[in-house]
């Protein structure tokens, strides 16, 4: 009989050893964050979003009242994914990891199966967290495990294998699914054994060094080949009116694994128990075509990314024309297997590029139709007549075509940045951003956040110009977008380049404070652009009006 785990009350004077006491992220915010990421998948990443914020925020709940709360009816949000290869599961469930920063952990439950020993490797996972947790157990006991192919754990008939392996690795999990103390030492160290030895000598006592699993997430993902028939046989018994209706129309795919039922997949080979320690399913959609061509065309996308650091590295710049991405994107989805054959189409397309462009004069490549349907005919071409000005214009235009992809991406998905941080949105920022996403490799977020910190040091050099003298200064908009600007440009701290604006400013400011009372100037541009010019208009007017 396990011994009910009740968590230490916290003490406030040191809620900051609590690496969830300050959880703040709310779901629809966390599922914006996908969303700038991952194509398509709505209602999973809607499941998936809301049920990973609330286990945080219950467990925050119940850490904050400590033994004054029974925890008895806590039940964990264990997740099973269902979806074909290709789709994303892996990599959503990596960005929700990185974005709410708690240790994650990846296993494979295929290895499970493998080893005579299935226990052993299932508290290894927990071992690894804390690895990934460097050591620290607090924020380990926090973590997300992904158990990868768990449905090859399943003991249905049409599965090969002995069914007795994959229901041992299933009984196994039981307990850190739920609740468990994991011995962090592992059994069969001889090293940890002696220490062991050693440690009982000094003391008398056996040194217990543990994690309990009773906070840890749990999320296990599949294929589930097979279960779909499974799905809809039971929905033929039923005889449901609207699925003859769907299964009766052309245009409509049915998705069987949408109507999956925890029946099905202990109809599929796992155990009732298991099952019942998965409360949430979340399922994935097939790729179209149309998402395939999104997710190439996205600024986020680690597959195009990866691509042009690959160019990148021999000082290659890359850019990739609409109609090259939706050739692409036509190209993998005829193989079938989602997300994965867009970098198989990718590296096929470009590879002879690579090996050989950095051989040549050439120091750029603009991907187009005809670079995707002949890659080897063009690279022909391009070597018995490098200065043709085609392959420029080429690039040229899907450079173009690029800037504009990412100038929508941050007006349409990036104003709730602007709006969050108040940080207006101007064509300049916008600018400014691109240039950043291009010129130092930084992705959209990553760039809108360094224009954010600059952005903030204008407004406090503002304040601090005010502590010292007395007067109260503020940047146009307009100027603050030209200091941004130039300070980008000359790679200058923001201090040291207003400092040398005012130094020319700050006693005519003083003159004109002093002959109208005036105590708050607001600067325009053109006081950056040319500080005396603009002090000497503004000290004439004064006079005049005098």
Same mark, same amino acid.
């Given at each position: 009989?396990?011994?009910?785990?009740?968590?230490?009350?916290?003490?406030?004077?040191?809620?900051?050893?609590?690496?969830?006491?300050?959880?703040?992220?709310? *779901?629809?915010?966390?599922?914006?964050?996908?969303?700038?990421?991952?194509?398509?998948?709505?209602?999973?990443?809607?499941?998936?979003?809301?049920?990973?914020?609330?286990?945080?925020?219950?467990?925050?709940?119940?850490?904050?009242?400590?033994?004054?709360?029974?925890?008895?009816?806590? !039940?964990?949000?264990?997740?099973?994914?269902?979806?074909?290869?290709?789709?994303?599961?892996?990599?959503?469930?990596?960005?929700?990891?990185?974005?709410?920063?708690?240790?994650?952990?990846?296993?494979?439950?295929?290895?499970?199966?493998?080893?005579?020993?299935?226990?052993?490797?299932?508290?290894?996972?927990?071992?690894?967290?804390?690895?990934?947790?460097?050591?620290?157990?607090?924020?380990?006991?926090?973590?997300?495990?992904?158990?990868?192919?768990?449905?090859?754990?399943?003991?249905?008939?049409?599965?090969?294998?002995?069914?007795?392996?994959?229901?041992?690795?299933?009984?196994?999990?039981?307990?850190?699914?739920?609740?468990?103390?994991?011995?962090?030492?592992?059994?069969?160290?001889?090293?940890?054994?002696?220490?062991?030895?050693?440690?009982?000598?000094?003391?008398?006592?056996?040194?217990?060094?543990?994690?309990?699993?009773?906070?840890?997430?749990?999320?296990?993902?599949?294929?589930?080949?097979?279960?779909?028939?499974?799905?809809?046989?039971?929905?033929?018994?039923?005889?449901?009116?609207?699925?003859?209706?769907?299964?009766?129309?052309?245009?409509?795919?049915?998705?069987?694994?949408?109507?999956?039922?925890?029946?099905?997949?202990?109809?599929?080979?796992?155990?009732?128990?298991?099952?019942?320690?998965?409360?949430?399913?979340?399922?994935?959609?097939?790729?179209?075509?149309?998402?395939?061509?999104?997710?190439?065309?996205?600024?986020?996308?680690?597959?195009?990314?990866?691509?042009?650091?690959?160019? #990148?590295?021999?000082?290659?710049?890359?850019?990739?024309?609409?109609?090259? +991405?939706?050739?692409?994107?036509?190209?993998?989805?005829?193989?079938?297997?989602?997300?994965?054959?867009?970098?198989?189409?990718?590296?096929?397309?470009?590879?002879?590029?690579?090996?050989?462009? *950095?051989?040549?004069?050439?120091?750029?490549?603009?991907?187009?139709?005809?670079?995707?349907?002949?890659?080897?005919? !063009?690279?022909?071409?391009?070597?018995?007549?490098?200065?043709?000005?085609?392959?420029?214009?080429?690039?040229?235009?899907?450079?173009?075509?690029?800037?504009?992809?990412? #100038?929508?991406?941050?007006?349409?998905?990036?104003?709730?940045?602007?709006?969050?941080?108040?940080?207006?949105?101007?064509?300049?920022?916008?600018?400014? /951003?691109?240039?950043?996403?291009?010129?130092?490799?930084?992705?959209?977020?990553?760039?809108?956040?360094?224009? +954010?910190?600059?952005?903030?040091?204008?407004?406090?050099?503002?304040?601090?110009?005010?502590?010292?003298?007395?007067?109260?200064?503020?940047?146009?908009?307009?100027?603050?977008?030209?200091?941004?600007?130039? !300070?980008?440009?000359?790679?200058?701290?923001?201090?040291?380049?207003?400092?040398?604006?005012?130094?020319?400013?700050?006693?005519?400011?003083?003159?004109?404070?002093?002959?109208?009372?005036?105590?708050?100037?607001?600067?325009?541009?053109?006081?950056? !652009?040319?500080?005396?010019?603009?002090?000497?208009?503004?000290?004439? /007017?004064?006079?005049?009006?005098?």
């Amino acid at each position: 009989m396990a011994t009910r785990f009740v968590p230490q009350r916290v003490n406030w004077a040191e809620r900051e050893k609590h690496s969830l006491i300050n959880f703040d992220l709310k *779901p629809e915010e966390l599922e914006a964050y996908l969303d700038e990421y991952l194509i398509g998948q709505r209602e999973a990443k809607g499941i998936l979003a809301t049920k990973i914020c609330t286990h945080f925020h219950r467990v925050k709940y119940f850490l904050e009242r400590g033994e004054r709360f029974d925890e008895v009816g806590f !039940v964990k949000n264990n997740i099973i994914i269902i979806g074909p290869t290709g789709v994303g599961k892996t990599f959503m469930i990596k960005l929700i990891a990185r974005k709410i920063g708690v240790p994650f952990v990846k296993g494979d439950a295929t290895k499970f199966s493998e080893t005579g020993y299935v226990g052993g490797d299932v508290e290894d996972l927990i071992r690894d967290l804390v690895q990934e947790a460097d050591g620290n157990l607090e924020k380990a006991r926090f973590g997300l495990v992904y158990l990868d192919e768990v449905d090859k754990i399943a003991s249905s008939g049409h599965l090969v294998g002995p069914d007795v392996s994959r229901t041992g690795v299933q009984r196994a999990l039981l307990k850190p699914l739920e609740e468990t103390e994991v011995e962090l030492r592992v059994p069969h160290d001889p090293i940890a054994q002696m220490e062991a030895v050693e440690y009982y000598r000094r003391t008398g006592r056996r040194k217990r060094n543990t994690i309990n699993t009773r906070y840890i997430l749990f999320i296990a993902s599949g294929a589930f080949s097979g279960l779909e028939e499974i799905i809809r046989k039971r929905l033929h018994k039923q005889k449901l009116g609207f699925l003859s209706e769907l299964e009766e129309r052309r245009d409509v795919q049915v998705n069987y694994l949408k109507f999956v039922v925890p029946e099905d997949l202990i109809a599929y080979g796992f155990e009732s128990e298991f099952v019942g320690r998965f409360p949430v399913i979340a399922v994935f959609d097939p790729l179209t075509e149309e998402d395939l061509y999104h997710i190439l065309a996205n600024p986020n996308s680690v597959i195009v990314v990866s691509k042009k650091r690959d160019f #990148r590295a021999y000082g290659l710049d890359l850019a990739f024309t609409e109609e090259a +991405l939706r050739r692409l994107a036509s190209l993998a989805a005829r193989e079938n297997t989602g997300a994965r054959a867009l970098s198989r189409v990718l590296e096929r397309t470009l590879i002879p590029f690579e090996k050989a462009l *950095p051989s040549m004069e050439l120091s750029f490549l603009g991907v187009t139709r005809e670079v995707v349907d002949d890659p080897e005919g !063009v690279l022909r071409e391009m070597r018995a007549f490098p200065e043709n000005p085609r392959w420029r214009e080429w690039y040229e235009r899907a450079l173009r075509e690029e800037e504009e992809r990412l #100038r929508d991406f941050l007006k349409n998905r990036k104003r709730s940045f602007f709006e969050k941080y108040r940080f207006p949105l101007t064509p300049t920022k916008l600018d400014l /951003a691109l240039n950043l996403h291009r010129r130092e490799d930084l992705d959209p977020q990553q760039a809108l956040e360094e224009l +954010l910190m600059l952005w903030r040091q204008i407004r406090s050099f503002e304040k601090s110009f005010e502590r010292r003298t007395g007067l109260r200064i503020f940047f146009s908009e307009e100027a603050r977008d030209l200091i941004l600007d130039q !300070v980008l440009k000359r790679d200058e701290g923001v201090y040291a380049f207003c400092d040398r604006i005012l130094s020319v400013l700050e006693y005519g400011l003083k003159l004109v404070g002093d002959r109208t009372g005036k105590r708050s100037f607001e600067l325009p541009r053109e006081a950056v !652009v040319s500080p005396e010019r603009f002090l000497n208009r503004l000290v004439s /007017a004064t006079y005049h009006l005098d």
